[in-house]
């Protein structure tokens, strides 16, 4: 256990032995990710995953079953992805318009917004969670003469993937 735990990277140490005290006590199965240093010195992810098979006769652990794996690549692709997220979002948010993701509707004048862009506070008056937490904000934000026309736009925006609808918003 001496190389083992004298291999783990210094921020992940104390969780990793968290788990292995757990695992000691309950003989739960475990699953947990951490980085290990290599021989050459540098550090990989690895995804430790197994249980305790027996105890010996005191009852301290004695037999483990488990897999590791290499998720180093995969840690990096997430790494990739969370930096383009935060580098899109900062985009998104800088430009001088409303950027939204909306669910497709299951009825008419339903539509579900899982992303509002903070732009739309200041140009409707309105925050991104207040209409995220409406499915039927159509009704409340877009003027009643317009209402018809944006759920055919929407509609038709479902089957065709373009929704180019212009109108009024309260």
Excluded: C
Excluded at 17 to 29: C, F, I, K, L, N
Excluded at 117 to 135: I, K, N, R, T
Aim: net charge negative; charged share 30%; no cysteine.
């Amino acid at each position: 256990t001496d190389l083992w735990e004298s291999s783990m990277h210094p921020d992940d140490a104390e969780g990793v032995m968290d788990v292995a005290r757990r695992v000691a006590q309950t003989g739960d199965a475990y699953s947990h990710e951490y980085r290990m240093r290599r021989a050459d010195g540098t550090y990989l992810w690895i995804r430790d995953e197994g249980r305790l098979l027996a105890r010996s006769n005191d009852g301290r652990p004695g037999v483990f079953q488990g897999i590791i794996v290499d998720i180093t690549q995969q840690k990096r692709i997430e790494q990739e992805l969370r930096d383009t997220e935060q580098h899109l979002r900062a985009l998104i948010e800088q430009i001088p318009a409303i950027v939204y993701i909306e669910l497709p509707s299951t009825q008419g004048d339903v539509s579900p917004f899982i992303y509002v862009s903070p732009q739309v506070q200041e140009l409707l008056g309105y925050s991104p969670e207040e209409l995220m937490a409406d499915p039927k904000h159509l009704t409340r934000v877009v003027h009643p003469e317009d209402v018809e026309a944006v759920v055919e736009a929407n509609r038709v925006a479902e089957e065709t993937g373009n929704f180019d609808q212009e109108y009024r918003v309260l």
